[in-house]
């Protein structure tokens, strides 16, 4: 089974790479762009029949070890 | 208008990150992860009206500057 995490900073958390990113296409002149925020995403191939144990499982991983909880947010996906 | 740019590396492009991360996974005792790959992903927020101008200006922004297209894809999706 194949998963989808997405995890992102929560809004209010300062996001440096974003920033970086947002400068450096201002000044390639790109002027249409209001704000930029960067966040991971990681693709995991799981061998479990279920969905639901897949999505239980996956919870346990971004708590203890893809995400920290307490500046980020995560979104499961199974694809 | 809102868009997220998902960019992972090509399939065949060795994954340093999501090699570690399924060890620190197994290390954790999840023995049912087959493949771990990491990407990124960038929340733009544009002055765009149109829907078109805005996935082509993003489309530009990526090969630019955003991803690597030599051993990266980049997918696109208006929010």
């Known amino acids: 089974m194949k998963a989808r995490v997405t995890i992102m900073l929560k809004d209010g958390v300062l996001d440096p790479q ?7 296409l201002t ?3 790109y002027n249409n762009v209001n704000s930029v925020r960067q966040g ?4 995991l191939e799981l061998n479990e ?3 639901e144990a897949a999505i239980d499982s996956i919870q ?3 708590e203890k070890l893809l995400a920290n909880t307490v500046i980020e947010n995560y979104e499961i996906k199974l694809l």
Chains 1, 2 share one sequence.
């Open 27 to 29: 000044s390639l002149e």
């Open 40 to 43: 991971k995403v990681i693709d």
């Open 18 to 24: 974003g920033e970086a990113i947002k400068q450096a």
């Open 49 to 51: 029949s279920s969905e």
């Open 60 to 62: 346990e991983m971004c």
